[in-house]
């Protein structure tokens, strides 16, 4: 039972004019955080992500767009939330690099082990970022991705299947 929505969507336009107008100062930090993007999978299920800027972010973007670096928490498949790795988060987006992070849920399960679910909805956010990444100013050909523990689970087995770029 999920909402009803076109699969695999935004839940509304987000612009960088508007995600840079909406974020929220990180306290001792250069980075700003945009919480609480709505998107849905393939399933039409809403899910949430974040999104932590880079400092200057839109004004100072490098040539051809920020790389980017998709995140995924872990939690041992059944726990853990997007909050889990603000820390990481935030200390890649400060880098030299510039990379926008985004930061996604995934529906957890019951069990101690990884479902189709998990990385199906981590595929179909990483196949959203790549086909909206001018809404956010991404250079497409520059996502990276990041998990740990339980969300590197997700994305090694997710790479071992599919050419997802850097893991």
């Known amino acids: 039972n999920g909402v009803s929505s076109p699969t695999k969507s935004w839940d509304q336009y987000y612009s960088p004019s508007r995600i840079n107008s909406e974020v929220i100062p990180m306290n001792g930090s250069t980075v700003k955080i945009h919480k609480y993007l709505v998107w849905y999978n393939r399933s039409g299920q809403m899910m949430l992500a974040h999104a932590f800027l880079p ?28 909050e889990k790795l603000q820390r990481y988060n935030t ?44 809404n956010f100013k991404i250079n497409s050909t520059k996502i990276g991705l990041f998990g740990e523990s339980s969300g590197g689970h997700i994305i090694n087995l997710l790479g071992s299947t599919k050419n997802l770029g850097c893991i």
């Open 55 to 82: 400092p200057g972010y839109p004004a100072n973007m490098p040539s051809g767009g920020y790389p980017a670096i998709i995140s995924v928490h872990g939690g041992g498949w059944r726990g853990g939330f997007i």
């Open 91 to 134: 200390s890649i987006a400060e880098s030299n690099e510039k990379y926008i992070v985004l930061a996604t849920a995934y529906r957890l399960t019951s069990y101690g082990y990884t479902s189709p679910s998990q990385q199906n909805d981590i595929d179909d956010f990483i196949s959203l970022v790549k086909n909206t990444a001018s």
